[in-house]
């Protein structure tokens, strides 16, 4: 049971690049998250899965896009990156739905992203 | 807008002092939850516990204690005779009803965390 996995763990991108941060789970659950931690910001909500095929923005979407393919998978896909979007990226999961709230979040290990 | 603040940026004490760090939360939802996580220096964020808005019994769970004020918006986290392993980041976090502030996401509001470091 490995909980939520990230890959990559480290990328470096140049300005203008794309690329995608995937994210699985194996807990069975509805809803995923994803989220940004900036030094003395902590983290901030990017986007939010209640469930497969639905996605909401959270506090921070601009420069990102979303995927919810399945139940277990949610990646972040970054178009064209730039330098604010430096930061260390992490990916949770949990049981909550659409109108509940309040279940623990799981979190994967996180992927550090710098951009040049 | 829901809104967590931790204002102590960073605490540092000897071991086995006894330390608390501060939360106090804003929200105008009256159904919501708080969480206290923990970032040792490795990064990976770890549950320390879950409180929902109708409990305020205060919990306590082993050396942790956790301090819930409805009438403070307060939800202090005390470690009693602190640790060298107990060095990290630990924040604080506020979730309401989805929808509640106009959005529809369900996630989590953090605090700007708090780095405690226990020397030896």
């Known amino acids: 049971n490995a909980g939520v996995t990230q890959t990559p763990k480290f990328q470096v991108l140049k300005t203008g690049q794309s690329m995608t941060l995937q994210c699985a789970q194996d807990?069975?659950?509805?809803?995923m998250y994803w989220y940004r931690q900036d030094p003395g910001m902590g983290l901030r909500l990017i986007y939010y899965?209640?469930?497969?095929?639905?996605?909401d923005k959270g506090e921070v979407p601009n420069g990102y896009n979303v995927s919810r393919l399945n139940k277990r998978e949610f990646s972040l896909r970054l178009e064209s990156a730039a330098p604010s979007q430096t930061s260390v990226y992490f990916c949770?999961?949990?049981?909550?739905?659409?109108?509940?709230?309040?279940?623990?979040?799981?979190f994967g290990p996180g992927t550090r992203l710098t951009v040049l | 807008a829901q809104k967590v603040t931790q204002a102590q940026t960073e605490i540092s004490v000897v071991e086995k002092e006894d330390v608390t760090l501060d939360c106090v939360y804003e929200t105008r939802d009256t159904t919501y939850y708080l969480f206290w996580y923990k970032q040792p220096p490795s990064g990976e964020l770890v549950f320390l516990i879950r409180?929902?808005?109708?409990?305020?019994q205060n919990e306590i769970s082993g050396r942790y204690s956790w301090n819930f004020q409805k009438s403070t918006s307060s939800f202090n986290f005390t470690i009693t005779a602190s640790q060298v392993v107990d060095s990290a980041v630990y924040f604080c976090?506020?979730?309401?009803?989805?929808?509640?502030?106009?959005?529809?996401?369900?996630?989590?509001?953090f605090g700007k965390g708090t780095h405690l470091i226990i020397q030896p």
């Open positions: 409180r929902n808005s109708f409990d305020e």
């Open positions: 899965s209640a469930s497969e095929g639905t996605t």
């Open positions: 807990m069975n659950h509805n809803s």
């Open positions: 949770a999961s949990s049981e909550t739905g659409r109108g509940g709230a309040g279940n623990e979040q799981f």
């Open positions: 976090a506020l979730s309401e009803r989805p929808g509640y502030s106009g959005g529809g996401a369900d996630g989590l509001t």
